[in-house]
């Protein structure tokens, strides 16, 4: 008798995350609601001072990306039920700390990109934000050999922000 009350109480709680399932509710976090069923990304350019000629589209893609593989979103062209825009604002080195035996000792990269997120549908999640991440290293490391990783790794985290906002609502 235990041993049936054990499997029916797992049966009643796989039953109840089936239907909480069915009726919009995610385990996964995703808070998109039933009626979006498009996303349209559209090319970010890069309008900094300092242009990586390569991080647009690398950007871009990688935003694509995130959305394909983590919601049950269909990517279009254009005019979809959410609408991804915007641009790379700042793209910039600068000294960050300074010891006197050397001068600079770390430098500060830093990447900005403004997005601009629209649901006709849902007026009320549309966004504008410029979402800015920053890391520091060695001065005496040539920026030029180190440029791709530490581009990739805050482009990273500016599309996981920007993820974040449209299908999380953080």
């Known amino acids: 008798m235990k041993r049936f009350v054990n499997y029916f109480s797992y049966f009643m709680v796989l039953s109840a995350l089936v239907s ?34 390569v991080l647009s589209q690398k950007f871009t893609e990688q935003l694509k990306d995130k959305f394909l593989r983590e919601t049950s979103l269909t990517l279009i ?15 910039r ?6 010891n006197s035996s050397t001068g600079t000792a770390k430098n500060k990269f830093t990447m900005s990109v403004k997005a601009v997120f629209e649901c006709p549908k849902h007026k009320d999640l549309n966004f504008t934000e ?12 040539n920026f030029q050999s180190i440029e791709n990783t530490l581009s990739e790794d805050l482009s ?10 449209v299908a999380l609502k953080w």
Do not use: M, R
């Not at 080195?93 to 300074?98: H, L, N, S």
């Not at 990273?156 to 906002?165: G, L």
């Open 93 to 98: 080195i600068e000294p960050a700390a300074v």
């Open 156 to 165: 990273k985290q500016i599309i996981q922000e920007i993820f974040n906002k």
């Open 20 to 53: 909480c399932k069915s009726c919009g509710y995610s385990l996964s976090g995703i808070n998109i609601p039933a009626d979006v069923k498009s996303i349209s990304v559209q090319f970010f350019p890069n309008k900094a001072q300092l242009v990586n000629p």
């Open 130 to 141: 410029e979402i800015t991440k920053f890391t520091q290293f060695d001065a005496s490391d």
């Open 77 to 91: 062209n254009s005019e979809g039920d959410f609408k991804l825009s915007g641009e790379i604002v700042n793209y």
